[in-house]
């Protein structure tokens, strides 16, 4: 986002959000998408038929102002007057990545996220429904607390949600032009990206 600029998108609008997500429970995201298709088709070629939050937004973004989103991120601000100094983080043991990923979610287990969620729901306005609780984690747990998986089932699935999420961040750094790669699990990291940082700003 910072090195491609930002959009001057409107804010949400929760009477339309509603409305579309009632849309939906009646035809089903891939009609909605269908139906961006008819008035955003180059942000529906990007968008997956399943992808509820980006339809919803993309129909949202329309409603609002009758004009696409597509269009939106064609004003981006310009960046080009910026040099970036990219430093990409990789981690070369997939299998010692999934294995952190899933002491990862156990701790937070142990730490009460079950617990966590349930407050969130009881004392805010906040359901299931929520483009927030529909994060990884929260989604899981959300299903545990509401009958549909049991808790270990609800972790599985979180982990391997998080597993997904990270093979695409991976893909992602790997379209970034950058000759600053580390391995994430590189001794000295830390110090080693300081080194760097201070002979390219000669601190």
Same mark, same amino acid.
């Given at each position: %986002?910072?090195?491609?600029?930002?959009?001057? &998108?409107?804010?949400?609008?929760?009477? %339309?959000?509603?409305?579309?997500? =009632?849309?939906?429970?009646?035809?089903?995201? !891939?009609?909605? =998408?269908?139906?961006?298709? #008819?008035?955003? !088709?180059?942000?529906? /070629?990007?968008?997956?038929?399943?992808?509820? +939050?980006?339809?919803?937004?993309?129909?949202?973004? *329309? #409603?609002?102002?009758?004009?696409?989103?597509? #269009?939106? *991120?064609? @004003?981006?601000?310009?960046?080009?007057?910026?040099? *970036?100094?990219?430093?990409?983080?990789?981690?070369?043991?997939?299998?010692?990545?999934? +294995?952190?990923?899933?002491?990862?979610?156990?701790?937070?287990?142990? @730490?009460?996220?079950? @617990?966590?969620?349930?407050? &969130?729901?009881?004392?805010?306005?906040?359901?299931?429904?929520?483009?927030?609780?529909?994060?990884?984690?929260?989604?899981?747990?959300?299903?545990? $607390?509401?009958?549909?998986? /049991? &808790?270990?089932?609800?972790?599985?699935?979180?982990?391997?949600?998080?597993?997904?999420?990270?093979?695409?961040?991976? /893909?992602? &750094?790997?379209?970034?032009?950058?000759?600053?790669?580390?391995? $994430? *699990?590189?001794?000295?990291?830390? +110090?080693?990206?300081? @080194?760097?940082?201070?002979?390219?700003?000669?601190?």
């Amino acid at each position: %986002i910072l090195s491609k600029g930002l959009s001057n &998108l409107p804010s949400s609008d929760l009477d %339309i959000r509603k409305r579309i997500e =009632h849309q939906a429970e009646l035809m089903g995201w !891939p009609e909605l =998408h269908k139906k961006l298709s #008819e008035v955003d !088709p180059r942000s529906a /070629t990007k968008i997956k038929p399943n992808d509820k +939050q980006r339809i919803q937004r993309a129909l949202e973004v *329309f #409603e609002l102002t009758g004009k696409p989103l597509s #269009e939106f *991120f064609k @004003d981006q601000k310009n960046t080009k007057n910026y040099n *970036f100094f990219n430093v990409c983080l990789f981690p070369t043991n997939r299998d010692y990545l999934y +294995q952190r990923i899933n002491s990862r979610f156990s701790q937070m287990l142990s @730490d009460g996220l079950v @617990d966590e969620v349930k407050n &969130l729901l009881a004392s805010s306005n906040l359901s299931p429904s929520n483009n927030s609780m529909k994060s990884i984690g929260y989604r899981e747990i959300c299903a545990f $607390i509401e009958s549909k998986t /049991t &808790l270990e089932v609800a972790e599985q699935n979180a982990t391997m949600a998080t597993r997904r999420l990270a093979k695409r961040q991976i /893909t992602w &750094l790997r379209s970034i032009k950058s000759q600053n790669s580390y391995d $994430i *699990f590189e001794k000295n990291l830390v +110090q080693k990206i300081s @080194d760097l940082i201070s002979q390219e700003f000669k601190l």
